[in-house]
């Protein structure tokens, strides 16, 4: 699961990892754009990413929401209406999520419903705290996953 971004990311890439977790910013940069892509455009990089071998590439794309690109399934997820505080450790929240999900084997729905739940919950706390459990399950009944 590689979350990392610049020159890190850009190394790390070559190794061909599982699961990425690029934002939108991140990815931009990735292929050489100046300013942060619009959703086709980040779809269709996503896409290539996902042909060169890589399994899944979630965009997290802050207040909008989030891309998962797989080969033959493509999911948005809207951003959730949250109250933020912090927007700092977000990213890291989705990817301990989405990481917990898998290890105990819930299924892909499930996993893309608990990483962004976690996610909008940490931005709803101060600083970098994790959200509570209870927030985070509130907050699963309210991700809706689109399938295009």
Known sequence: FLDADG????EAIKETPDIIKPNDFELSQYFGLESVADEEKL???GQRLVSQGINTVCVSRGSKGALIL???RRIRVPGLNVKAHSAVGAGDAFVAAFSYGIDRGIGFEECVRLAIATSAGAVM????????????KMLMDKVKIQYF
């Open 125 to 136: 706390t101060v600083g970098t705290k994790p959200p509570s459990g209870q927030t985070v």
């Open 70 to 72: 797989q080969e033959g």
């Open 7 to 10: 020159e890190l990311f850009a």
């Open 43 to 45: 779809i269709e990089m």
